[in-house]
T-cell receptor, first 111, second 116 residues
Framework: DAGVIQSPRHEVTEMGQEVTLRCKPI?????LFWYRQTMMRGLELLIY????????DSGMPEDRFSAKMPNASFSTLKIQPSEPRDSAVYFC?????????FGQGTRLTVV | AQKITQTQPGMFVQEKEAVTLDCTYD???????LFWYKQPSSGEMIFLIY??????QNATEGRYSLNFQKARKSANLVISASQLGDSAMYFC?????????????FGQGTRLTINP
């Protein structure tokens, strides 16, 4: 298996633009997590899905953030409109039981 | 409330020495799991070791071991014979149950630097 795949790896966008981050979990994993990592706040859990259903989105910072998981092999995290303070590394992780495996992350820069 | 606490923002250790990275956790669940991840400067998150709350033996994986003290709610990572390549950020994480599903929360991390 190729592991958790995130795209794009890097994204630079202008303030106010819509940004969509993508994640393909490991096949057979039924839980998917989106995290945001910044120097100030560390690793924050934004939202997680179990069997494609959002279980807890209390970490989503604002209504500008939304996440979907239309099927077991794909999830998106959308920011609309983006702001400079959204600049961070966004990680997707998936697990079946036991260990959660992380993607390489998407480094988002909003200018 | 902070669920996972890592009190050491940074640590400096001489190569070949053993190092202990501290982690305490807070949960009222009886069933939970504790994890350690390594994040080198390249940015990826690498799983190191796992301890289940019902595991009686401390987990070990090569040079990594987890010093699990359930009554104290601590799950310290011990790295034996440290190497230069061990320099990285280390995160402690806990799996907790929520509505039948399980989420993973992380501590703030400890930056470990191995000196030659």
């Amino acid at each position: 298996d190729a592991g958790v795949i995130q795209s794009p790896r890097h994204e630079v966008t202008e303030m106010g633009q819509e940004v969509t981050l993508r994640c393909k979990p490991i096949s057979g994993h039924n839980s998917l997590f989106w995290y945001r990592q910044t120097m100030m706040r560390g690793l924050e859990l934004l939202i997680y899905f179990n069997n494609n259903v959002p279980i807890d989105d209390s970490g989503m910072p604002e209504d500008r953030f939304s996440a979907k998981m239309p099927n077991a092999s794909f999830s998106t995290l959308k920011i609309q409109p983006s702001e400079p303070r959204d600049s961070a590394v966004y990680f997707c992780a998936s697990r079946q039981t036991g260990v959660a495996f992380f993607g390489q992350g998407t480094r988002l820069t909003v200018v | 409330a902070q669920k996972i606490t890592q009190t050491q923002p940074g640590m400096f250790v001489q190569e070949k020495e053993a190092v202990t990275l501290d982690c305490t956790y807070d949960t009222s669940d009886q069933s939970y799991g504790l994890f350690w991840y390594k994040q080198p400067s390249s940015g990826e998150m690498i799983f190191l070791i796992y301890q289940g709350s019902y595991d009686e033996q401390n987990a070990t994986e090569g040079r990594y071991s987890l010093n699990f003290q359930k009554a104290r709610k601590s799950a310290n990572l011990v790295i034996s014979a440290s190497q230069l390549g061990d320099s990285a950020m280390y995160f402690c994480a806990m799996r907790e149950d929520l509505q039948g599903a399980q989420k993973l929360v992380f501590g703030q991390g400890t930056r470990l630097t191995i000196n030659p």
